[in-house]
Protein backbone atom coordinates (compact mmCIF):
# COMPACT_ATOMS: atom_id res chain seq x y z
CA UNK A 1 0.00 0.00 0.00
CA UNK A 2 1.28 3.66 -0.53
CA UNK A 3 -0.73 6.95 0.01
CA UNK A 4 0.35 10.05 -1.28
CA UNK A 5 -1.29 12.99 1.58
CA UNK A 6 -0.97 16.77 0.46
CA UNK A 7 -1.27 19.61 3.00
CA UNK A 8 -0.94 23.99 2.76
CA UNK A 9 -3.95 24.44 0.58
CA UNK A 10 -5.95 27.62 1.38
CA UNK A 11 -7.55 30.50 0.49
CA UNK A 12 -4.98 33.39 0.36
CA UNK A 13 -5.06 36.99 -1.72
CA UNK A 14 -3.85 38.24 -4.87
CA UNK A 15 -0.29 38.50 -4.84
CA UNK A 16 0.22 36.08 -2.22
CA UNK A 17 1.73 32.67 -1.54
CA UNK A 18 1.21 29.00 -0.20
CA UNK A 19 3.40 26.07 -0.31
CA UNK A 20 2.00 22.75 -0.65
CA UNK A 21 3.50 19.51 0.66
CA UNK A 22 2.70 15.50 -0.76
CA UNK A 23 4.21 13.09 1.82
CA UNK A 24 4.40 9.59 0.46
CA UNK A 25 4.18 6.85 2.70
CA UNK A 26 4.27 3.03 2.89
CA UNK A 27 5.33 -0.05 1.03
CA UNK A 28 8.26 2.14 -1.06
CA UNK A 29 11.41 1.58 -2.76
CA UNK A 30 12.06 4.08 -4.58
CA UNK A 31 10.34 7.23 -5.68
CA UNK A 32 11.42 8.63 -9.78
CA UNK A 33 9.52 11.53 -10.90
CA UNK A 34 7.37 13.41 -8.67
CA UNK A 35 4.70 16.07 -10.46
CA UNK A 36 2.04 18.73 -9.16
CA UNK A 37 -1.28 18.96 -11.37
CA UNK A 38 -4.21 21.12 -11.20
CA UNK A 39 -8.02 20.96 -11.70
CA UNK A 40 -9.74 23.91 -12.16
CA UNK A 41 -13.96 24.36 -12.65
CA UNK A 42 -14.74 23.17 -15.95
CA UNK A 43 -11.71 22.57 -17.34
CA UNK A 44 -9.24 20.07 -17.90
CA UNK A 45 -6.50 18.45 -15.62
CA UNK A 46 -2.98 20.45 -16.28
CA UNK A 47 0.39 19.51 -15.60
CA UNK A 48 2.16 22.39 -13.53
CA UNK A 49 5.50 20.82 -12.62
CA UNK A 50 7.78 18.06 -12.53
CA UNK A 51 11.16 17.21 -10.68
CA UNK A 52 13.15 14.37 -10.80
CA UNK A 53 14.85 12.26 -8.08
CA UNK A 54 18.35 13.83 -9.17
CA UNK A 55 16.19 17.42 -8.72
CA UNK A 56 15.81 18.48 -12.52
CA UNK A 57 12.73 20.47 -12.97
CA UNK A 58 10.28 21.54 -15.36
CA UNK A 59 7.49 24.06 -15.49
CA UNK A 60 3.95 24.93 -17.13
CA UNK A 61 4.75 28.34 -18.56
CA UNK A 62 1.26 29.90 -16.86
CA UNK A 63 3.82 29.33 -13.52
CA UNK A 64 6.89 29.68 -14.64
CA UNK A 65 8.95 32.64 -12.11
CA UNK A 66 6.11 32.06 -9.82
CA UNK A 67 6.03 28.63 -8.86
CA UNK A 68 8.96 26.45 -7.48
CA UNK A 69 9.03 22.55 -6.63
CA UNK A 70 11.22 20.66 -4.52
CA UNK A 71 11.62 17.40 -2.77
CA UNK A 72 12.96 15.66 0.07
CA UNK A 73 14.10 11.84 -0.87
CA UNK A 74 14.83 11.36 2.49
CA UNK A 75 11.43 12.31 3.68
CA UNK A 76 9.59 11.15 1.02
CA UNK A 77 8.07 14.53 0.45
CA UNK A 78 7.81 17.07 -2.59
CA UNK A 79 6.80 20.73 -2.44
CA UNK A 80 5.18 23.44 -4.58
CA UNK A 81 5.61 26.92 -3.74
CA UNK A 82 3.48 29.34 -4.96
CA UNK A 83 3.98 32.97 -5.25
CA UNK A 84 2.17 36.00 -6.74
CA UNK A 85 -0.69 34.22 -7.20
CA UNK A 86 -3.16 34.86 -9.41
CA UNK A 87 -6.91 34.15 -9.43
CA UNK A 88 -6.56 32.09 -12.68
CA UNK A 89 -4.58 29.46 -10.53
CA UNK A 90 -7.48 28.77 -8.30
CA UNK A 91 -7.84 24.89 -9.03
CA UNK A 92 -7.77 21.48 -6.65
CA UNK A 93 -4.13 20.20 -6.44
CA UNK A 94 -2.87 16.65 -6.81
CA UNK A 95 0.30 15.45 -6.45
CA UNK A 96 1.76 12.22 -7.98
CA UNK A 97 4.33 9.99 -7.95
CA UNK A 98 6.26 7.36 -9.89
CA UNK A 99 7.02 4.87 -7.29
CA UNK A 100 8.63 1.17 -7.28
CA UNK A 101 6.92 -0.67 -4.27
CA UNK A 102 8.78 -2.29 -2.01
CA UNK A 103 6.92 -5.53 -1.60
CA UNK A 104 7.35 -8.25 -3.76
CA UNK A 105 6.79 -8.50 -6.65
CA UNK A 106 8.02 -5.10 -6.88
CA UNK A 107 5.85 -2.55 -9.32
CA UNK A 108 6.25 0.78 -10.85
CA UNK A 109 2.86 2.55 -10.77
CA UNK A 110 1.76 6.64 -10.66
CA UNK A 111 0.05 7.55 -7.29
CA UNK A 112 -1.75 10.64 -6.76
CA UNK A 113 -2.76 12.05 -4.12
CA UNK A 114 -6.41 13.19 -2.90
CA UNK A 115 -6.10 16.52 -3.94
CA UNK A 116 -6.11 20.15 -1.77
CA UNK A 117 -8.39 23.37 -2.50
CA UNK A 118 -6.25 26.88 -3.21
CA UNK A 119 -8.51 29.36 -4.09
CA UNK A 120 -7.24 32.98 -4.72
CA UNK A 121 -9.43 35.78 -5.10
CA UNK A 122 -8.67 39.14 -6.45
Known amino acids: QVQLVESGGGLVQAGGSLRLSCAAS????????MAWHRQAPGKQRELVATITRGGTTNYADSVKGRFTISRDNAKNTEYLKMNSLKPEDTAVYYCSAHILTSTWPQRRNDYWGQGTQVTVSS
Open 26 to 33: GSIFSINE
